[in-house]
């Protein structure tokens, strides 16, 4: 079994295109989304549309979900900007996406199983994201500990670690949005880089692995688009994988 996990697209049509096309030589069965499709001052009427067309199984991320829960003066700057592209229609879809994907020894999910803004492997620490306390995430995955993998966003950040009892967690990174513009706190974490990151999770002879894939793509456009759209922070970001 080959499955090829995406997450946190951000409208960053120009991303999600190089993955899809990269994943197309990979021999995968199936692909699976984790959340936050369209949130960013990109394409995101042309993001979802894409996704829309290929029809790929998607849980639904904290922006999905503000799509239609949040009033325009609670939402992100770039969160408008996605709302205000997208039809009513468009954002009840988004919005009924489901929480979480059961694909039996696999668990999906955007957050954690019972929280889709709260980080499954990272977490805040002297001003920089850390990876979490091993009780830490015991503690959110919760029952979903005894699944044999959980897929989870969203950092953002790549990773695949063994939780407890064996329970294999991974985190494929961002499709669209290397680092977090709009969040002071993220100037001061890790370095990164603008590349579009997913990830195929493959199970042989019983055991899985996975494979944390990076790729090239023109991000310098995606930066001018996000400039000539008004968001300067995030054509900074794109173009270097750092929040300002």
């Not at 009513?88 to 979480?100: D, F, K, M, S, V």
């Amino acid at each position: 079994m080959r499955l090829a996990v995406i997450s946190d697209i951000h409208g960053n049509l120009l991303a999600l295109e190089a993955v899809l096309a990269d994943i197309t030589t990979r021999g995968v069965d199936d692909t699976i989304n984790l959340g936050d499709w369209v949130a960013g001052p990109l394409w995101p009427r042309e993001t979802f549309e894409l996704l829309a067309e290929l029809g790929i199984p998607s849980v639904r991320g904290n922006h999905d979900r503000w799509a239609v829960d949040r009033p325009d003066d609670a939402m992100p700057p770039a969160g408008r900007f996605a709302r205000n592209a997208l039809t009513a229609a468009q954002c009840e879809t988004l919005h009924a996406r489901p929480e979480t994907i059961d694909l039996g020894d696999i668990l999906a999910c955007h957050g954690t199983p019972t929280d889709d803004m709260q980080n499954l492997l990272e977490e805040p620490a002297e001003g920089r994201l850390a990876p979490a306390p091993r009780e830490t995430v015991a503690a959110r995955l919760g029952p979903a500990a005894s699944r044999q993998v959980v897929l989870c966003g969203p950092s953002h950040r790549q990773a695949l670690v063994t939780g407890p009892d064996g329970c294999i967690v991974l985190n494929p990174g961002s499709v669209g949005c290397p680092a977090f513009a709009d969040l002071p706190a993220a100037a001061n974490w890790e370095h990164r880089s603008p590349h579009a990151r997913y990830a195929i999770l493959t199970r042989r002879n019983g055991k899985w692995s996975a494979d944390l894939i990076a790729l090239d793509y023109d991000w310098d456009r995606a930066a001018q688009r996000a400039a000539e759209a008004g968001f300067p922070k995030w054509a900074t970001m794109l173009a270097t994988g750092a929040a300002p």
